[in-house]
């Protein structure tokens, strides 16, 4: 929901399917470190108070399914 605000529809970020995410992130725990950490221009970081462990599990596998 929030991250759609920059990711889809300004695209002022990088967008959340297709071969750039792959290429970006080519493996699971990788997404999840940057989601966790967050980004150095402006993108929060999603700590477990905000997304449980189960949570990011499921964010990243549908990101991985939007192709």
Do not use: N, W
């Amino acid at each position: 929901q929030q991250c759609g605000a920059c990711h889809e529809f300004p695209k002022v970020a990088p967008l959340l399917s297709g071969p750039g995410l792959l290429k970006s992130y080519p493996f699971d725990e990788s997404l999840v470190q940057k989601i966790r950490a967050g980004g150095t221009t402006g993108m929060p970081g999603y700590g477990t108070a905000r997304l449980s462990d189960a949570q990011l599990t499921d964010l990243v596998a549908y990101l991985r399914s939007r192709r």
